[in-house]
């Protein structure tokens, strides 16, 4: 009885989420677009949007709103919604907050579901822009429109390119999809998300969506929780948030417990220094930082809270690339013995596990390598090691279960060692299911060899410590994932 | 649990935003909680008699629907040990309360008396505490006490409800956990009774969502096999 009931529950719930799932998606993959507050006018933000639009990437129709035009950049240009000649699944709106509300009532004669307000001067800047803010949320409720923003710069689908930031390409590069393993980052701020698409561009990280929630007022962190989720083009969801409205934590904290089983959640949250707005009269309410409860409640929920973008984006790429760690033991694998120390000090900073080989490893090790590598934990095959040496010491490390993640350290200057390393470690992680982060230290050539290890899905990192920060994000979520089952064998004071 | 519901609903009539001490414990002690045995008493006579049930030495705490801060206005006496230094106690007690009210420009109301515990066996201090986040909700606060909790601020939390393997990282994740496992020689605490006390108090303010603030503090925890022991409870509700 009870357990049909709980079913029951379950599947009223799957449904609900099916049914956002399926309202959020249209910002994804709408077919058909209007830019409300399109403009002539050279570099302005209505300019620009409509220019993401007339790529020949994006494939859907695009459709102008301005009364003041009749065609922007080519495209048609129609004094409102109603006057388009076909159906309209998305509206970006970028024209000012207080004609907002009529816009609002056009989108819902449209009959349109999804709008994203780019536009600012809503609750962000006091009472007056707040009511503005709840007429359009009003109107959207009445007739079943989700909005993401105000005062947002919307999203970026790198599969669709649906492309909605008002940053011009040439100042603000756009991520790519990888064919490995690809990102997905919902952010607060729109000036963070704009500076990230432009960082991950460079950096050839693969990223699949950029959301930019702005203020939060329908679309928030719960539903793109939700959504990429089930999304099969995100491996990884980051969010960075300052905070939430009343209440949204937790609704936050329920969705991720059941997500984070299944795909690694990454948070970035700033306002760390800030107290609970409460009046506290308890010792508990007075010791209790608002902070600190997020910090609680994302440990309870498994979501892994990054100190920076950098070290999100450290972890992403591994937990994007590599299976959850199964233990906390890590090899280091190296052809230079500093490069070695020094990633094995910050494996060890991490409160991961560096044990040394067992005597019987040692043993069949010493047997196929050279006398003069050192075997121990790191192993140094040495310098003018090539990969036939990388691949004797990972086929009995493996084989001896004595490790849960292998992190390699390359020094590609030396003559000796070349590219087939890459196929060396995907053949080994792909048989032992262990994952693999590799560290190289250069320039350009380093560089380069390393945006080629990553499409071969090697997260690969330019420094020990960045390396130690994926290695340890990889236990960290196999403990999430595994939970008892994760073979822990370091319980350090203080974890 | 009902009785919780009435407790509050008496101190929200009387336009209390926390209940009497005698009224934290029965709560905590219907949610299983340990706390020392109590009583309340209404003149010194009736507080040496409960006193003698409930043995010395004994605890005497005024009990009044003004005072929440009790120690502030002198109305807590410790380690009463004979007949004679209850009924002292208790009349201290009832002086230094009138005095609070005159200093105040309150009248402080008295006819409920005293709260009689018995003074429990000196152990490891504990906080356990719960507060209401605007975002998260209910979250609940482990600490050790003392200068752990007052100047190192060596807390942990966790939202409600967590599970039991969650209240097992809180006693180990703070950074003072070692003298939990017993240093210098001393045997290990009871962790397994402050599992039950955190997982107890989850329970109650799950059930209990009118609950705002919460402190046990300090809480005892004994020798591995002793259990813990709540022994000063405060709970503040929404009016």
Redesign the interface.
């Known amino acids: 009885m009870r357990s049909k009931q709980t079913i029951e529950v379950f599947a009223r719930r799957m449904a609900v989420s099916q049914n956002t799932n399926d309202e959020i998606d249209i910002f994804f993959s709408a077919k058909s677009v209007a830019i409300y507050g399109a403009s002539a006018t050279p570099n302005s933000v209505g300019q620009a949007i409509v220019q993401n639009f007339i790529k020949p990437q994006f494939t859907g129709r695009v459709y102008a709103v301005n009364p003041k035009y009749s065609q922007v950049l080519g495209i048609p240009c129609y004094p409102s919604l109603q006057d388009i000649p076909d159906e309209i699944d998305m509206v970006v709106v970028a024209v000012p907050a207080r004609i907002t509300p009529r816009v609002f009532e056009d989108i819902a004669a449209k009959g349109v579901k999804a709008a994203i307000v780019i536009s600012g001067g809503f609750s962000e800047t006091g009472p007056r822009g707040a009511e503005l803010e709840d007429q359009i949320v009003k109107i959207a409720r009445e007739n079943g429109i989700r909005v993401i923003g105000p005062n947002c710069v919307g999203v970026i689908d790198t599969t669709t390119h649906i492309d909605t930031f008002f940053l011009p390409e040439y100042r603000c590069s756009r991520p790519r999809a990888s064919n490995v393993a690809n990102i997905s980052l919902v952010s607060q701020s729109g000036a963070f998300a704009a500076a990230i698409a432009d960082w991950t561009a460079e950096l050839g990280i693969g990223m699949s969506k950029i959301i930019s929630l702005g203020n939060k007022c329908d679309v928030d962190d719960d539903d793109l929780l939700r959504y990429l989720a089930a999304d099969d083009s995100t491996q990884v969801i980051c969010f960075y948030t300052e905070?939430?409205?009343?209440?949204?934590?937790?609704s936050f904290?329920d969705t991720a417990k059941e997500v984070t089983p299944h795909k690694p959640v990454i948070v970035v949250k700033s306002g760390r220094g800030k107290r609970?707005?409460?009046a506290?009269?308890?010792?508990?309410?007075s010791?209790?930082g608002?902070d600190?409860?997020?910090?609680?409640?994302y440990?309870?929920a498994g979501v892994i809270r990054a100190d920076n973008f950098e070290h999100m984006f450290d972890m992403a790429r591994a937990l994007a690339m590599q299976p959850p760690a199964r233990g906390d033991r890590v090899l280091m694998v190296t052809n230079g013995g500093g490069l070695g120390v020094m990633t094995t000090d910050a494996l060890e900073a991490e409160g991961l596990a560096i044990p040394h080989p067992s005597p019987e490893l040692t043993e069949r090790l010493q047997e196929r390598l050279p006398s003069y590598c050192a075997i121990g934990n790191p192993i140094d095959v040495v310098g003018d090691s090539d990969s036939s040496r990388y691949d004797i010491v990972f086929e009995e490390a493996l084989k001896s279960g004595e490790y849960d993640i292998v992190v390699v350290g390359m020094l590609l200057q030396t003559p000796t060692l070349g590219m087939d390393i890459t196929n060396v470690i995907a053949n080994h992680q792909r048989q032992s299911g262990v994952p693999f982060v590799a560290v190289a230290m250069g320039g350009a050539f380093t560089s380069k060899a390393g945006e080629i290890m990553e499409l071969m899905g090697v997260p690969t990192y330019a420094t020990g410590e960045k390396a130690a920060v994926a290695a340890k994000a990889l236990a960290t979520y196999g403990e999430i994932k595994y939970r008892d089952k994760f073979r822990r064998t370091l319980f350090p004071?203080?974890? | 649990m009902k009785i919780a519901k009435k407790i509050f609903e008496t101190a929200r009539s009387e336009n209390r935003?926390?209940v009497l001490e005698n009224e934290a414990k029965e709560i905590m002690r219907a949610y299983g909680i340990p706390v020392p045995p109590f009583d309340t008493a209404t003149t010194a006579d009736e507080a040496v008699e409960k006193s003698k049930e409930i043995g010395f030495p004994v605890v005497l705490k005024i009990l009044s629907k003004d005072i929440?801060h009790k120690s502030d206005a002198g109305g807590v006496k410790v380690n009463l040990r004979t007949e004679d230094e209850v009924r002292e106690a208790f009349q201290t007690i009832m002086e230094n309360a009138r005095k609070y009210g005159e200093e105040h420009g309150i009248d402080v109301d008295l006819s409920r008396g005293v709260f009689v515990s018995k003074f429990a066996d000196e152990g490891t201090e504990v906080?356990i505490?719960?507060?209401?986040?605007?975002?998260?909700?209910h979250?609940i606060?482990f600490?050790l006490g003392g200068i752990f909790?007052e100047v190192l601020?060596d807390?942990?939390?966790?939202?409600i409800p967590?599970t039991e393997s969650?209240a097992r990282e809180m006693i180990?994740?703070i950074?003072a956990?070692?003298i939990l496992d017993g240093i210098r020689g001393q045997p290990p605490r009871d962790t397994d009774a402050l599992v039950k006390v955190i997982l107890a108090v989850s329970k109650m303010v799950e059930e209990n969502p009118e609950i705002r603030?919460?402190?046990c503090?300090p809480t005892f925890v004994y020798e591995k096999g002793n259990g813990a022991l709540v022994v000063d409870a405060?709970i503040?509700i929404d009016v």
């Open positions: 905070g939430y409205d009343p209440g949204k934590g937790r904290f609970a707005k409460e506290a009269s308890s010792h508990t309410g010791l209790a608002s600190q409860v997020a910090g609680a409640a440990k309870q004071d203080n974890p | 935003s926390f929440l906080i505490g719960v507060t209401r986040d605007p975002q998260f909700g979250a606060m600490g909790v601020k807390v942990t939390f966790r939202l967590l969650d180990r994740e950074k956990a070692k603030e919460l402190d503090n405060r503040l």
